[in-house]
């Protein structure tokens, strides 16, 4: 079936260091969506991307789009303990509905 | 504005028992979703509305009935809970179905059956 795929699962930093998740698929997508989950919340989304090599910025994030639309990027400039949660990828399926990464889990040491 | 309301926020069921889980958007939105997310499993989907008047399977429908009530509400009930169903409900709505169209969720629901 479809699916995306989100690396790293997990990654711990130190406050101020960088952190970048990555979601890659077999297929061309026709958009992705980036959504963050606190511990205990629910998922809030962040952006969408639905052009090749589309970048845009958050602040200290940055999502991009690569050129082939197979893969995402989601960068996290010197993170603070509030980027602390789980970042998930999502896109449009083939049948309309979201299909989404397992999402990567942000650790962040004060 | 409240966005999307679920109720309840916790609830213990003992295998067998049943219960309604309830969800309201006040966002005008087309659709709307019931996903659960379990550790290492990440968000799946149960079933979903389009549009006010249908519903569809997700990718784990079994044991779980849906009723679109009307454009704003939408429930999830399970008529015989298993421990297997232990698990945090999101409700979701989107202005569109299509799958480009940003998801709103609510605040969850922490189910736990014994």
């Known amino acids: 079936g479809q699916q995306v795929m989100q690396i790293p699962q997990y990654q711990h930093v130190q406050e101020g260091e960088d952190f970048t998740t990555y979601c890659n698929s077999s297929?061309?997508?026709?958009?992705i969506q980036w959504y963050k989950q606190r511990p205990g919340g629910h998922p809030v989304f962040l952006i969408q991307?639905?052009?090749s090599g589309e970048v845009k910025k958050q602040k200290r994030l940055t999502f991009q789009f690569g050129e082939a639309k197979k893969n995402s990027s989601l960068h996290i400039t010197a993170t603070q303990t509030t980027d602390v949660g789980t970042y998930f990828c999502?896109?449009?399926?083939?049948?309309?509905?979201?299909?989404w990464g397992l999402g990567t889990s942000l650790a962040v040491n004060p | 504005n409240a966005g999307v309301t679920q109720t309840p926020k916790f609830q213990v069921l003992k295998t067998g028992q049943s219960m309604t889980l309830q969800c309201a958007q006040d966002?005008?939105?087309?659709?709307m979703y019931w996903y659960r997310q379990d550790p290492g499993m990440g968000l799946r989907l149960i079933y979903y509305?389009?549009?006010?008047?249908?519903?569809d399977k997700g990718e784990v429908p079994n044991g779980y009935n849906v009723s679109r009530l009307n454009k704003r509400e939408f429930s999830l009930r399970l008529e015989s809970a298993a421990p297997s169903q232990t698990s945090v409900y999101f409700c979701?709505?989107?202005?569109?179905?299509?799958?480009?169209?940003?998801?709103?969720f609510g605040n969850g629901t922490r189910l736990t059956v014994t």
């Open positions: 979701a709505s989107s202005e569109i179905g299509t799958g480009h169209s940003p998801l709103h």
């Open positions: 966002m005008n939105h087309n659709s």
């Open positions: 999502s896109y449009a399926g083939n049948n309309r509905k979201l299909i």
């Open positions: 991307l639905v052009k």
């Open positions: 297929t061309t997508l026709s958009n």
């Open positions: 509305s389009a549009s006010e008047g249908t519903t």
